[in-house]
């Protein structure tokens, strides 16, 4: 009499629940990548679908001018796109409760990091989820390490890049034409034709391609005939079966025949290799390329390199190249830095806390525009801010330089804090105008703004020429005529309150020389 003893299987809920996790037997493995890539996926499909549907526009560069990407604000199928997160974000983690609204958040991007950070982690866990099926199943994993090639190119686009640049406004929107004008705009900034790393990647997808083609046209070419003529080929095979579909030997000598002998693989699995490395390894080349591009490591630069033998340039294909990259950078200026200073105004980004985040100045938007960081001891909630733009005409120049000055009045603090910005100039010719210091700026910047405030708050009627009288200008101001001063607005906690007051035109007084 034989006696046998099997061990009784557990029947508890979580046994049930790990063995349907990791059984190979469902229709579609999940695995516990799975677990964590279902939800994520999932998410990042349904936002990516509602806010190309039904999102508002995004301030992407932080400048007040809100950009609009979803079909129900005008955009069709190819002009669509997710915005990308706005530079007045920068690098900071933004999910929805960190905004003061819905409204701010959905303004500010919110959106595209949630999209971006969810479907990275899904895709990560997809690759996870192909090794850990060739485990259970006994296979090689080399599926996996095939599909890290797609995942290494969107983490250095989507998430290395932006790391770089100091923004996740620089990302890759989320659209056709979107992806396009990140193309356009990243030759433009890195020059990244002249990348040998993108080369080598530009080798490896159309190489795939056409490796690919060649390929699959010898098999289809040469397979073996297992029905009579009058019947399909389709009848004489059965899905899965053993027996070779395709004669290999016939494919290798009419390749071998059309090009030369060592230009075929006689072998199916050096083959098969080689089909799946070189697109690979290409992709691989192209993250890494793309990750160097975004710290600045850009591609060659030969401009200019070709002279004769009087010193002058031999324009090269560089140069041609180099030329694009500069009309294509010009094309990227928003259009507000070409308007008249009467019609526009300029305000500073704000985010829930009224500041500007740090990470932001490593933007290359913000580094075109502003000239200094803001002083960390200005992250006080309850401060005011007051804006002008001053504009001088001189008298041999016609030229308009347009100054921005800030002014925070924090009860907390003493003395009012001061900073001053010099904005981006219309014209080739600068006027370069000191105010940073001497008596000058104590009269046209802090003693006029603080006069503008209180007349504002007070409603007192607005007397500028009876202003510079009383501060004694006539011995301060020279050659310079103020034409102009306008835009007088306030910054509370949560937003902006903008005062499009009346354009004060006149001139100070008689010019004098500075002693």
């Not at 080929?233 to 025949?257: D, K, L, M, P, S």
Request: hydrophobic share 45%; charged share 20%.
């Amino acid at each position: 009499m034989t006696a046998i003893l099997e061990r009784r299987e557990s029947t508890s809920l979580w046994g049930r629940f790990c063995n349907w996790i990791t059984s190979t037997e469902n229709r579609l493995y999940i695995g516990w990548f799975g677990v964590l890539m279902i939800p994520t996926l999932l998410t990042a499909t349904s936002v990516f679908i509602i806010a190309f549907i039904a999102a508002p526009p995004v301030d992407i560069d932080g400048i007040r001018e809100p950009v609009s990407g979803s079909l129900l604000y005008g955009n069709n199928i190819i002009s669509g796109a997710i915005i990308p997160t706005s530079a007045a974000i920068g690098l900071h983690f933004y999910p929805i409760w960190e905004a003061a609204s819905v409204d701010e958040w959905l303004y500010n991007g919110g959106p595209y990091e949630l999209i971006v950070l969810h479907f990275l982690l899904g895709v990560a866990c997809y690759m996870g989820r192909e090794w850990e099926l060739s485990f259970r199943l006994g296979m090689r994993p080399w599926i996996a390490v095939a599909y890290s090639a797609p995942v290494a190119a969107a983490t250095a686009v989507f998430l290395i890049y932006p790391i770089g640049q100091g923004s996740f406004s620089d990302g890759m929107p989320l659209g056709i034409s979107g992806t396009f004008n990140f193309m356009i705009v990243f030759q433009a900034e890195h020059n990244i034709l002249m990348h040998p790393f993108h080369m080598l990647g530009v080798a490896g997808v159309f190489g795939g391609s056409l490796f690919s083609a060649m390929h699959g046209s010898l098999v289809t070419s040469s397979l073996i005939r297992e029905t009579t003529e009058n019947e399909s080929a389709n009848e004489g095979y059965r899905f899965g079966q053993e027996e070779e579909t395709y004669n290999i030997v016939a494919a290798h000598g009419y390749f071998g025949r059309l090009i030369f002998q060592y230009a075929s693989f006689n072998n199916s699995r050096s083959l098969h290799f080689f089909l799946a490395a070189w697109p690979v390894v290409g992709i691989w080349f192209t993250a890494l390329g793309i990750s160097t591009m975004a710290f600045n490591l850009n591609g060659f630069n030969f401009n200019q390199s070709v002279v004769d033998s009087q010193g002058r340039v031999i324009n090269t294909w560089a140069d041609i190249i180099n030329r694009a990259n500069l009309g294509m950078e010009g094309k990227k200026i928003p259009e507000s830095c070409f308007m008249d200073s009467k019609e526009s105004t300029w305000v500073l980004p704000i985010t829930k806390k009224c500041i500007m985040p740090e990470s932001n100045w490593g933007s290359r938007w913000w580094r075109n525009r502003i000239g200094k960081k803001r002083d960390s001891s200005c992250k006080i909630a309850n401060e005011t801010i007051a804006g002008i733009e001053i504009s001088f005409k001189e008298k041999d120049i016609k030229y308009l330089e347009f100054i921005f000055v800030s002014y925070t009045d924090d009860p907390i603090r003493k003395d009012p804090d001061w900073e001053f910005f010099d904005r981006l100039s219309p014209r080739k010719k600068r006027n370069i105008i000191n105010l940073n210091s001497g008596q000058l700026f104590e009269i046209l910047v802090k003693h006029l703004i603080c006069y503008l405030m209180s007349a504002f708050r007070e409603k007192r009627p607005i007397e500028v020429e009876g202003f510079f009288k009383q501060q004694g200008a006539e011995a301060t101001i020279q050659s310079n005529d103020i034409e102009h001063l306008s835009h007088l607005f306030s910054r509370n906690k949560w937003g902006i309150s903008l005062q499009n007051c009346a354009q004060y035109h006149f001139v100070a007084i008689p010019p004098r020389s500075l002693r």
